[in-house]
């Protein structure tokens, strides 16, 4: 089977890891050929281009930027997408007749793409579901229903249901979402929609206490303390403001440590926290390139999700995935319809708070050093294993057509 993955994000060498490669790698060990589409930013200065990379084609279009920009070029960059998608594909997969078309949000703009490809090979079309767009702009104050701005949003919207309707499956990150969509779209069939949630390639896992103990002397963290990491985004969706307010809240305490590590457009209200009011068990970095900050992430004890409370529409991030991987219980500070934390604490792996007040946060805190971290981490590892495995997913997208 010929199979077209389409993606927003820039596509790294096909030999990496992440919920898409770990997924595309899974079907092509079952014998399908796997056609790649992704992002080549503007700022990278490289024209559209294709290459193969481990038995695979990937073809990499250069766009405007769509992440770390302001939100003109972000929202034009989305519209122009599917134009310079189709182009691409035309030009550089000529002659290839695909079978089906993966591809997940964001954005929902790439309905004309699929449909094109669709219409054109008569190919099977299956949506994983990774966000909810424009609802989660909505949410954060980054778009309006009403008003001259809500043109925007009805624009979005309309692609947003032109995707849905186009999509044979549309595979939810969870139960919370598969509801979410249902009720907000009633004229789709529940049959066609269903839980295939983020996954990876899970590896044999044993934490080395050499190197744990190497990476925390090298960034000055203290010794014999709980160290609470967030690694990811730093964007609006993370409510950066209200982090801010955790942190601050727990600054004085002498019996764990926080560490933050990411880029987004909000770190530099982060910078002027930790510059400003020097934080002393607190360690911020501007990102780490993806092999240091996998190492330096299971150098810690406890995972960080933060959510924004505004939030109607329930995200689920796959940063949860990596500190399962690396045996870390999770404090997911969120709001309360994303059903993350939820999972966590029934799997026995997690906290959860409400993200709508710092007390909240501490409390959490209190509860995991009071806990048998290990145990946790265990179990976040083997539901790891029992629940979110590319494997697993290949299933559910095979057993579908």
């Not at 987004?264 to 020097?278: A, I, R, S």
């Amino acid at each position: 089977m010929n199979i077209l993955f389409i993606t927003i994000s820039a596509v790294p060498h096909l030999s990496g890891h992440g919920i898409s490669l770990d997924l595309i790698r899974e079907l092509k060990s079952r014998g399908h050929n796997v056609y790649v589409v992704g992002a080549n930013d503007r700022i990278n200065n490289t024209p559209t281009y294709v290459k193969t990379e481990e038995d695979s084609q990937v073809l990499r279009v250069k766009i405007l930027s769509n992440k770390n920009t302001n939100i003109i070029e972000k929202g034009l960059s989305n519209l122009m997408l599917p134009y310079l998608y189709t182009a691409a594909i035309k030009k550089f997969f000529k002659g290839i007749k695909f079978d089906l078309i993966l591809y997940p949000t964001p954005p929902v703009t790439q309905a004309a793409t699929v449909a094109y490809i669709k219409k054109r090979d008569n190919a099977k079309t299956y949506l994983l579901l990774k966000d909810i767009f424009p609802q989660n702009a909505v949410d954060i104050g980054m778009m309006t229903k009403s008003g001259v701005k809500s043109i925007i949003y009805k624009t979005f919207r309309k692609k947003e249901e032109k995707l849905y309707k186009l999509s044979d499956y549309i595979g939810c990150m969870s139960g919370a979402n598969v509801d979410y969509i249902l009720k907000h779209n009633p004229y789709l069939k529940p049959e066609k929609v269903h839980i295939n949630p983020n996954t990876i390639e899970v590896e044999p896992y044993e934490k080395d206490i050499e190197k744990r103990n190497a990476i925390r002397e090298k960034w000055g963290i203290p010794e014999g303390k709980t160290v609470f990491v967030y690694g990811g985004n730093l964007g609006r969706p993370q409510d950066i403001p209200f982090v801010i307010k955790c942190l601050k809240a727990n600054a004085n305490r002498e019996d764990c440590f926080f560490v933050v590590c990411g880029k987004g457009t909000e770190y530099k209200k982060l910078k002027e926290f930790y510059e400003t009011e020097k934080p002393e068990n607190l360690l911020l970095l501007n990102g780490l390139v993806k092999a240091e900050y996998e190492d330096f992430v299971k150098a810690f004890d406890v995972g960080l999700i933060f959510l924004d409370h505004r939030f109607t529409i329930p995200n689920f991030p796959s940063r949860l995935l990596s500190y399962m991987q690396a045996k870390m219980p999770v404090l997911a500070c969120t709001d309360p319809n994303t059903d993350i934390g939820k999972v966590a604490e029934e799997g026995g792996f997690g906290v959860w708070c409400e993200s709508n007040s710092p007390e909240n946060f501490t409390k959490a805190v209190d509860k995991l050093l009071s806990a048998n971290l290990t145990e946790m981490g265990e179990a976040g590892y083997n539901y790891l294993k029992e629940n979110y495995t590319s494997k697993q997913s290949a299933d559910i997208i095979i057993s579908k057509l």
